[in-house]
Antibody, heavy 123, light 110 residues
C-alpha cells in the first residue's frame, strides 16, 4: 500500500524559511514523479511544484517567483520542499502527491496524497 | 495563465444527478482529472483522463470533456458524495508548464 508521510510544517515568521519532507513507502519511489499542492485555509487547491522521477524535469507555479525549491532523494525515498522568504499568503496546508501509475502523458493525475502539513507564516 | 472556472456550489437531492462543470479555453484539447475532497481529508482522484475511473470509484461517477467545458456527473447521488470537487489540467506552451486546479465546487446533498 502506498504511504506518503509528511513532516516539517509549523509556525514561521515572515521572511523565514522552512523545509517540508514527504517520506514514501509501499512503491518504487524512483519510478514516479512527485508533486506539492497547497491549500490555504478555507480555499481551493493550488499546485506548487513537480519533479520527475530522476529530477530531470522540475516545474514551479509562477506565483512562487523562485522562493521555493523542490528536490528528492531516491536513495532515501524522500521528497522535499525548501521554502524561503515566506510570506503570510504562503500560509496553507501543504500536500505531497504522487503521479498516478496510470499516467500516459505529461498530464498525470495524482493518485496518492500525503496527510498534509500545516505551514503558518505569522509574526 | 490558464484559468479553470467551476460553479461555487451545486445542490442535489439524494437519488438525483449532479453535474459539475469546469470551464476553460478549449479545455476539450486537454486531459482533465477530477478530485473529491471531504472536510479534513486529502483529495481523492475520482476521474482521470476526462472519463476514466480509478479502481474503487463507483460507476455513478462519470466524466466528459468537449469544447470549452468538462463535466463531472454523479448519478444517483448519495449523502456520502457531499464534498468539494476540483478539476485539474496540465497547461504547457511557450515558456510555461504547470498544473492548474479549478476553483472548486461544493456539492451539497439536500
Amino acid at each position: 500500500e502506498v504511504h506518503l508521510v509528511q513532516s516539517g510544517g509549523g509556525l514561521v515568521k515572515p521572511g523565514g524559511s522552512l523545509r517540508l519532507s514527504c517520506a514514501a513507502s509501499g512503491f518504487t519511489f524512483s519510478d514516479f514523479s512527485m508533486n506539492w499542492v497547497r491549500q490555504a485555509p478555507g480555499k481551493g487547491l493550488e499546485w506548487v511544484s513537480s519533479i520527475s522521477s530522476r529530477s530531470s524535469y522540475i516545474y514551479y507555479a509562477d506565483s512562487l517567483k523562485g522562493r521555493f525549491t523542490i528536490s528528492r532523494d531516491n536513495a532515501k525515498n524522500a521528497l522535499f520542499l525548501q521554502m524561503n522568504s515566506l510570506r503570510a499568503d504562503d500560509t496553507a496546508l501543504y500536500y505531497c502527491a504522487r503521479d498516478s501509475s496510470l499516467c500516459s502523458s505529461n498530464s498525470c493525475p495524482f493518485d496518492s496524497w500525503g496527510q498534509g502539513t500545516l505551514v503558518t507564516v505569522s509574526s | 495563465s490558464y484559468v479553470l472556472t467551476q460553479p461555487p456550489s451545486v445542490s442535489v437531492a439524494p437519488g438525483k444527478t449532479a453535474r459539475i462543470t469546469c470551464g476553460g479555453n478549449n479545455i476539450g484539447s486537454k486531459n482533465v482529472h477530477w478530485y473529491q475532497q471531504k472536510p479534513g481529508q486529502a483529495p481523492v482522484l475520482v476521474i482521470y483522463y476526462d472519463s476514466d475511473r480509478p479502481s474503487g470509484i463507483p460507476e455513478r461517477f462519470s466524466g466528459s470533456n468537449s469544447g470549452n467545458t468538462a463535466t463531472l456527473t454523479i448519478s444517483r447521488v448519495e449523502a456520502g458524495d457531499e464534498a468539494d470537487y476540483y478539476c485539474q489540467v496540465w497547461d504547457s506552451g511557450g515558456d510555461h508548464a504547470n498544473y492548474v486546479f479549478g476553483t472548486g465546487t461544493k456539492v451539497t446533498v439536500l
